[in-house]
């Protein structure tokens, strides 16, 4: 079973940042926070991934609560193509076995004009 | 980065026959995933594929109906053998490949409609 939890959906207006939240109370030490989007008809795609640090790249940026129970993805300035499925994932990274990814049921973010 | 193709991108079948899907990866990967998408639904893990092993399946999912092949480390298989129109889904052939970079990687899917 997935080890996050997402709101369904959510709405914002072109050229806004994005909040996407994600709640996962029970990861573990070795677990990293990873986000991918899934837009319309097409795979999976990878977006960011974090530790305990905040986290920031081309696409996007990652805050993670101190605790590490909950984390927020942000999209500075959505346009409409980033209306998407937006996964929020825990991961393994020990290498010792195979990591699976394991989806949950994702925020569905609409960009309104 | 990995790129993955996926042969084919969609197909529509008569129920009661067996599609074969092929993943192609652009170096050698370790480990190969298969999930399934059913309509409007999020992204469920079949199996697991390495090659030299036989794959292993999450439950509710058995070798007889997904068989999956993995006979070296840029390519495999996944047969939806005998069909119905449940079967009917994105199947999506995933990479990961450990050690070299944190993320996993996705194909573009095959859109499969069992009639």
């Known amino acids: 079973d997935a080890k996050t939890t997402q709101p369904p959906s959510m709405d914002c207006a072109e050229g806004r940042a994005a909040n996407l939240p994600c709640n996962h109370s029970?990861?573990?030490?070795?677990?990293?926070v990873y986000w991918y989007r899934q837009i319309h008809s097409q795979g999976p795609q990878y977006i960011i991934h974090g530790l305990k640090n905040n986290e920031t790249n081309e696409m996007a940026s990652l805050i993670i609560t101190e605790d590490r129970k909950s984390s927020t993805l942000i999209l500075p300035h959505a346009t409409l193509r980033d209306t998407a499925v937006y996964y929020c994932i825990v991961r393994s990274t020990l290498k010792t076995s195979y990591d699976k990814v394991i989806f949950g049921p994702g925020t569905s973010l609409s960009v309104i004009p | 980065s990995a790129v993955i193709s996926q042969k084919p991108s969609r197909d529509i079948c008569q129920r009661g026959t067996s599609l074969t899907i092929q993943c192609q990866v652009d170096?050698?990967?370790?480990?190969m995933f298969w999930y399934r998408q059913q309509p409007g639904q999020s992204l469920t893990l079949i199996a697991t594929a390495n090659q030299g092993s036989e794959a292993t399946y999450e439950s509710g999912f058995v070798i007889d109906k997904f068989p999956i092949s993995r006979p070296n480390l840029t390519f495999s298989t996944l047969t939806v053998s005998n069909m119905s129109p449940e079967d009917s889904s994105i199947y999506l052939c995933?990479?990961?490949?450990?050690?070299?970079?944190?993320?996993?990687?996705f194909g573009q899917g095959t859109r499969l409609t069992v009639v």
């Open positions: 029970t990861i573990s030490g070795n677990e990293y």
């Open positions: 995933s990479v990961d490949p450990t050690g070299v970079t944190p993320e996993a990687f």
């Open positions: 170096s050698q990967v370790t480990m």
